[in-house]
Each structure stands twice: as C-alpha cells, then as structure tokens.
C-alpha cells in the first residue's frame, strides 16, 4: 500500500486464532489471551475460534458446539472487545475453505511433508496405533474417540498449515503473533504469498512475525520443564481461568519446587522459576524484579503470595465468563456480527484472487 507521496503505509492488521479443543488455562491466557487484548488498542485485529483446524482430531460434535461457545465467552470475558476487532467463528466465513484449496494447489507437497508439526503428531499418532494393535480385533469395543483422534493421521493434519496459510492471507495481515512453534507455519504463509504474487501480480501481503510486547511461556506445574498444556491427565498440572479460587490456592501449594529454599530465576530452578514467571506475567513486571521482591521469603511464602495474584485476576475473569456464558444468544449474535465484517474483507480477497487464476 502507498501513500500520496509513495511512502510506504504501514499495515496495521493482524490475524491469529485459538482452537475449541478444550478448556483455557492460565498458559493460554498468558502465553496469547492477554496479547491479544493489548494488540486489539494498536492495530486492526482479526480473532477467530478456529473450529475447522479443530476437526484434524475427532471431537463428539455436542462437546465441539459447546466448546466453540465456551472459548467464545471466555475471550470476551478476558477483555477482547467485539467493537475493536473483528471476533468470529472461523467456519462461519467460508472464504477460508475456498482459499485454503486454491492455496494448496500452490503448495509443494515437499514443503508440506516438511512441516515439523505433522511430523511430530503423525509419530506419536502411529507409535498409539502400534501400542494398540493387539486389540484390533476387539475395535467395536474401542472408544470411538480414541480410534479416530489418536490412529487417524488425516490428510486435513497433513493440510492444517495450507489453511493457516489462508486465514492469514484473506486478511491481508501483515503482523501475526505466534509462538515458537508455529514459525515454520508463517515461513509457509509467506512463501506461498511470494509464490502466488510472482505468478500473478501482487495480491496477498507477506506477513511479518509479530514479536508480543506481553507474552509469557508458561510450563506445567506438577512437570515444570514441559510446556502447561491442556491435554495433560493430571489436573494439578494447570490453572483453567474456569477455577475457583480455592482450586487455585491448592494448586499453587502442591507445585513443583525443590528442596534448597532460594527463590532465584535459574534453569537449574525450574520449579520455582516457572512461578516466578507467573508472578511477574500477572504482576506485568520483569522476573528479575520478582525475583528481588521475594527475596528472603520462603517457598511456603512466595506461594501464598502468587495465590493471592493468580486468585484475584483470575476471578473477575471467571465471573464474567459464568455471565457470558449464560446467554447463548448474546454470543452467538457477536459471533454473527464478527463473521459480517470478516467476510467484508474476506470475500474481497477471495474474488480478486478468482480473478487472477481464472474461475471468475
């Protein structure tokens, strides 16, 4: 884009989305729920449930419907604002599907077998499929859930970047906030957008890593060199923004720690150093700061203190989630609303690119 005196105008847009999978923890909120709030005062944002990048693993479709609205409320409830972004439910905009199938006849199948993800999860899929195979003949007796989620590896697993290829680029996005884990994805992105560009003529933006002012990564609690994640069977392992405050103190109490009684930010330290890094993420203050305000206190201390933190954030949160959640209609009309003003953009997006390559 140019200005009248062709000085480049920077763009402003941003796009990310979340999965329905499950229910949000303190992680979530940290590691990419409280950036999107911040980013949402700077730039013109694109939010979106990502409920067709849910449908790789097989999920009951009441727990999807249900999850898609849980997740919904909850962001509204962590102060995602429908009046300054545009928050929707992915499936709602079918710009996306439509772009992702032209895209993945633009993508290389090398680059797609490449993608670090697939790989990752193909493994552990097949590794469960031969753990299991001895009960094969028994499979009517299998959970449906389990055959499906966890032996299936799909081709829509195979294709998941292609379309995170295409939420991207149908907003011409030129920022996306991710983790670490998801920089080959936009690498991905990219690519294509340069592929399609040079082929045609200038259509897509080439989106740019954005760098979180406020993120933190947040590791499980009972295991505190691994990442919090949802899919852990043990509920002490997280903080869900859904407990109650007297969850929340138990859980800090039973944390991981060690046995020398410093409170100092070390990878010797994990324990301790990951409830430091909570502290200072809710605190919105550096580690190191934390690390000197807690000096001279004891474990015991220091947890009771982060309790009284984590307590007091995370209640309002869940409060006004319990409220949230209780109107279904309320939710689904700002679903609706957030859907028309994507597909404002989207479906401008999906007929200059059907011009291009000739179907339209």
Same mark, same amino acid.
């Given at each position: 884009?140019?200005?009248?005196?062709?000085?480049?105008?920077?763009?402003?847009?941003?796009?990310?989305?979340?999965?329905?999978?499950?229910?949000?923890?303190?992680?979530?909120?940290?590691?990419?729920?409280?950036?999107?709030?911040?980013?949402?005062?700077?730039?013109?944002?694109?939010?979106?449930?990502?409920?067709?990048?849910?449908?790789? +693993?097989?999920? @009951?479709?009441?727990?999807?419907?249900?999850?898609?609205?849980?997740?919904?409320?909850?962001?509204?409830?962590?102060?995602?604002?429908?009046?300054?972004?545009?928050?929707?439910?992915?499936?709602?905009?079918?710009?996306?599907?439509?772009?992702?199938?032209?895209?993945?006849?633009?993508?290389?199948?090398?680059?797609?077998?490449?993608?670090?993800?697939?790989?990752?999860?193909?493994?552990?899929? &097949?590794?469960?499929?031969?753990?299991?195979?001895?009960? /094969?003949?028994?499979?009517?007796?299998?959970?449906?859930?389990?055959?499906?989620?966890?032996?299936?590896?799909?081709?829509?697993? &195979?294709?998941?970047?292609?379309?995170?290829?295409?939420?991207?680029?149908?907003?011409?996005?030129?920022?996306?906030?991710?983790?670490?884990?998801?920089?080959?994805?936009?690498?991905?992105?990219?690519?294509?957008?340069?592929?399609?560009?040079?082929?045609?003529?200038?259509? &897509?933006?080439?989106?740019? /890593?954005?760098?979180?002012? +406020?993120?933190?990564?947040?590791?499980?609690?009972?295991?505190?060199?691994?990442?919090?994640?949802?899919?852990?069977?043990?509920?002490?392992?997280?903080?869900?923004?859904?407990?109650?405050?007297?969850?929340?103190?138990?859980?800090?109490?039973?944390? /991981?720690?060690?046995?020398?009684?410093?409170? @100092?930010?070390?990878?010797?330290?994990?324990?301790?150093?990951?409830?430091?890094?909570?502290?200072?993420? &809710?605190?919105?203050?550096?580690?190191?700061?934390?690390?000197?305000?807690?000096?001279?206190?004891?474990?015991?201390?220091?947890?009771?203190?982060?309790?009284?933190?984590? +307590?007091?954030?995370?209640?309002?949160?869940?409060?006004?989630? /319990?409220?949230?959640?209780?109107?279904?209609?309320?939710?689904?009309?700002?679903?609706?609303?957030?859907?028309?003003?994507?597909?404002?953009?989207?479906?401008?997006?999906?007929?200059?690119?059907?011009?291009?390559?000739?179907?339209?």
């Amino acid at each position: 884009m140019q200005t009248t005196n062709d000085t480049p105008k920077e763009n402003k847009i941003v796009y990310s989305a979340i999965q329905p999978t499950n229910i949000v923890t303190i992680g979530n909120y940290l590691g990419a729920i409280k950036n999107w709030v911040a980013l949402q005062y700077d730039y013109d944002c694109f939010y979106s449930v990502a409920d067709l990048h849910s449908l790789t +693993v097989y999920m @009951e479709p009441a727990t999807l419907r249900k999850n898609i609205l849980d997740l919904y409320a909850m962001l509204l409830a962590c102060g995602i604002d429908t009046n300054k972004v545009s928050f929707f439910k992915q499936s709602s905009v079918v710009e996306h599907s439509q772009l992702a199938w032209v895209l993945n006849c633009y993508t290389y199948f090398g680059e797609a077998r490449r993608m670090t993800q697939f790989k990752e999860k193909s493994t552990n899929a &097949f590794t469960g499929f031969i753990q299991q195979v001895g009960d /094969v003949f028994n499979i009517k007796e299998r959970n449906t859930s389990t055959v499906v989620g966890r032996d299936n590896v799909n081709v829509g697993l &195979f294709a998941y970047p292609i379309l995170q290829a295409a939420d991207i680029l149908l907003y011409n996005a030129g920022h996306v906030p991710i983790g670490a884990d998801q920089k080959q994805h936009l690498e991905l992105s990219r690519n294509l957008a340069e592929r399609f560009n040079s082929r045609y003529s200038p259509t &897509f933006v080439v989106p740019e /890593v954005l760098i979180p002012k +406020v993120a933190a990564k947040i590791n499980s609690l009972d295991e505190p060199t691994k990442k919090m994640s949802k899919s852990n069977t043990n509920p002490n392992s997280m903080i869900l923004l859904i407990d109650e405050d007297d969850v929340i103190v138990r859980k800090i109490k039973r944390a /991981v720690t060690d046995s020398d009684g410093n409170i @100092e930010n070390s990878d010797k330290k994990p324990g301790i150093s990951n409830l430091l890094k909570i502290y200072s993420a &809710f605190m919105d203050c550096k580690v190191d700061n934390a690390v000197a305000e807690m000096q001279g206190k004891t474990y015991s201390q220091f947890k009771s203190i982060l309790a009284d933190v984590v +307590v007091s954030k995370i209640r309002p949160i869940r409060e006004k989630f /319990v409220e949230l959640r209780a109107d279904k209609q309320y939710l689904q009309d700002c679903m609706d609303s957030g859907a028309e003003k994507a597909k404002l953009v989207a479906s401008k997006t999906m007929n200059k690119v059907y011009r291009k390559i000739g179907i339209q």
